[in-house]
């Protein structure tokens, strides 16, 4: 959950529910239950969020995770004196959301016959996982927004030097015009894995609508991000090409 915030951009201002701890034991989280509880917290507001809950409240209390949690909401607190609510991030990299693409590849995946795991329907929700994976762990800022938000595309995207695509399988006409502008302006575009087979509302399109981009190199793109997260190699290309 908090990994996946990481992408969050400030004045979208989430408000993540976040682990409050196990029923019985954490297992092999025994050690790390201090981060994995109060440490989210901190990492939520550090990425975006406008601030952090907890389920379930009595889970605090049954895993003596309470007494963290209230010193790290005195440490954001202090963050807060100190600037945090009204800093920014560098525009770095915008990685680009698609929530219509989720929706219409789960909808493919689920009347499919072809029982692949790589084409399941969670195939686009790893991909975007490993790509947010991927750049917070190498600390490498950078910006949320939602491809189906067309009018801030179109005003916020030139400002950013490098744009991420995780799983564009279903993209609208406007939304590649925006991104056409912004590479325009010199913004280095990276696609990864679909190449927009469908548009805004499923309709598959005769043509991938960014078939001809990876055909001429107009854009970078990565086949396999979900492998590619596994393979150092493939990964070091992935991350150079952002940094």
Request: aromatic share 10%; glycine share 4%.
């Amino acid at each position: 959950c908090v990994k996946l915030l990481a992408a969050a951009a400030r004045p979208n201002s989430a408000l993540p529910i976040l682990k409050a701890g196990e029923w019985s034991n954490w297992a092999n989280l025994e050690r790390w239950r201090n981060i994995v509880t109060a440490g989210s917290a901190l990492a939520a507001v550090m990425h975006g969020a406008g601030g952090a809950s907890f389920y379930r409240h009595n889970y605090l209390d049954i895993n003596k995770n309470a007494d963290w949690v209230k010193d790290v909401f005195k440490l954001i607190a202090h963050l807060d004196r100190l600037g945090l609510r009204q800093s920014v991030e560098p525009r770095n990299v915008a990685v680009l959301h698609s929530r219509a693409s989720e929706d219409f590849w789960q909808l493919r995946a689920n009347m499919s016959d072809d029982v692949d795991p790589l084409n399941a329907g969670i195939r686009r929700y790893a991909t975007q996982k490993a790509v947010e994976e991927l750049l917070l762990r190498k600390s490498i800022p950078n910006t949320f927004f939602y491809l189906e938000k067309e009018d801030e595309l179109e005003t916020e995207l030139a400002k950013y030097p490098v744009i991420i695509l995780p799983f564009p399988y279903s993209v609208s006409d406007r939304a590649v015009q925006a991104i056409e502008k912004a590479m325009e302006a010199g913004s280095q575009v990276i696609i990864c894995d679909r190449l927009g087979e469908t548009n805004e509302l499923g309709t598959p399109r005769k043509k991938p609508i960014f078939n001809d981009w990876k055909r001429d190199g107009k854009a970078i793109f990565v086949d396999d991000v979900i492998g590619t997260f596994w393979r150092p190699k493939t990964s070091k290309t992935f991350l150079q090409t952002v940094q």
